[in-house]
Every structure is written in C-alpha cells, then in structure tokens.
Nanobody
Framework: QVQLVESGGGLVQPGGSLRLSCAASGHAFNNYAMGWFRQAPGKEREFVAAIRWTGGSTKYSDSVKGRFAISRDTAENTVLLLMNSLKLEDTAVYYC???????????????????WGQGTQVTVSS
C-alpha cells in the first residue's frame, strides 16, 4: 500500500521561501512519476511540478517555473518542493502524488496520478 505524507507547510510572507517534503512508503518507486499539485479555495486542483523517480527529469507549470524546484532523495524515499519568491496566489493546500502508469512523459493532470497524500496548507500573507 503506497503512502504519501506531506509536511513543511505553514505561513510565510510574500517573497519568502518554504520547503515541502513528501515521505513515500509502501512500494519501490523506480519508474514512478512523483508530482506536486495545489488547490486553492473554490478552485480546481492544479499541477505544480513533477519528477521522474529514476533519472530525475522534471516538469513545471508556467506559474511556478523559475521559482519552485522539485527534487527527490532516493535514499530517504522523499520528494521535496523548494518554493522561493512566494506570492499571495501561491496560497493553497499542496498535495503530493504518485503515478505508476506514465513511464515516458511526466503526467500533469490529476487523473494521471494513482496515489495522493493528505495535503499540507501553504499560506502566503503579509
């Protein structure tokens, strides 16, 4: 049973930084795609970033490209999201997700992911 547990959310001022972690367990994650999504109140869940567990290729949404960085620690089975230059509009619940089905192209839609964490709140406010 795959389990994903996010941590690291909190309250930060505009321009600040946060690092989110996703602890993954219950499976060998070779060839998995790991993603971060976010959902703001009243909005649909949207893609933020993804990384291939093996090889480390990455993909970002246009809204976070150049500000956020996704990485993985294969020894610790952890996926990280470093968020810099945070904006008010980055406020959302952030979710970690895992996909086993897409082994070539990094998936970017919620329907392409098989497992989800419970989410962690990120609030950007002055």
């Amino acid at each position: 049973q795959v389990q994903l547990v996010e941590s690291g959310g909190g309250l930060v001022q505009p321009g600040g930084s946060l690092r989110l972690s996703c602890a993954a367990s219950g499976h060998a994650f070779n060839n998995y795609a790991m993603g971060w999504f976010r959902q703001a109140p009243g909005k649909e869940r949207e893609f933020v970033a993804a990384i291939r567990w093996t090889g480390g290729s990455t993909k970002y949404s246009d809204s976070v490209k150049g500000r956020f960085a996704i990485s993985r620690d294969t020894a610790e089975n952890t996926v990280l999201l470093l968020m810099n230059s945070l904006k008010l509009e980055d406020t959302a619940v952030y979710y970690c997700a895992a996909s086993i089905r897409y082994r070539v192209v990094l998936p970017t839609s919620t329907a392409q992911y098989d497992y989800w964490g419970q989410g962690t709140q990120v609030t950007v406010s002055s």
